[in-house]
């Protein structure tokens, strides 16, 4: 009797959809390696201002997806995570996602207005340098993003940076905008 695992390969091989699904791949929270709320948790109001001297409310948001992250100029991370997050906030902004950045860096406007231009980011953009709303969030490393849903729940927590701009993002984004 021969071995039917070669014969398994080549039908794979020829019609891989047939092949199990990948579990991560149909839940976008664990491909993401999101932290998930035990309970529901209403996500917590600030007013911070804007590094053009305006200011930015949470609640200015309400009834869109939210995406709320905490970041630094002076963190690796958190720049190599931002472009992704420009293009997930492009490709879903008419659909009802805001990406809401806010800068933990203590120097504020001066140094985050530069890197903000250099890099062209489009989305609304807070200044947090005493760590006053980071410290509400409970935010203990860089960079972490807090997505909102539609009601104002906190539906999930990323701890460092994550591709912001792949299928597992643009699946989580259209389920919570659902």
Not at 20 to 29: I, L, Q, R, S, T
Not at 78 to 86: N, T, Y
Not at 116 to 128: I, T
Not at 143 to 148: D, E
Request: with cysteine; hydrophobic share 45%; net charge positive.
């Amino acid at each position: 009797m021969k071995p039917l695992a070669p014969i398994c390969l080549v039908i794979l091989l020829v019609f891989p959809q047939l092949a199990p699904a990948d579990p991560k791949a149909a839940d976008p929270f664990k491909a993401l390696e999101l932290i998930r709320p035990s309970r529901a948790q209403a996500a917590k109001e600030f007013t911070v201002p804007t590094p053009d001297g305006k200011s930015l409310k949470l609640a200015d948001y309400k009834g869109k997806v939210v995406f709320l992250n905490f970041w630094a100029t002076w963190c690796p991370p958190c720049r190599e995570e931002m472009p992704a997050m420009e293009r997930l906030y492009r490709r879903y902004k008419e659909k009802g996602l805001v990406v809401v950045a806010l800068s933990v860096d203590a120097e504020g406007a001066p140094v985050v207005i530069p890197f903000v231009k250099e890099h062209h980011f489009s989305f609304p953009l807070g200044l947090d340098p005493k760590m006053a709303v980071a410290e509400k969030y409970g935010v203990r490393a860089l960079p972490s993003s807090f997505l909102i849903d539609r009601k104002g729940q906190l539906a999930a927590l990323a701890l460092g940076p994550r591709q912001w701009d792949e299928k597992p993002a643009h699946s989580l984004i259209e389920l919570l905008l659902k």
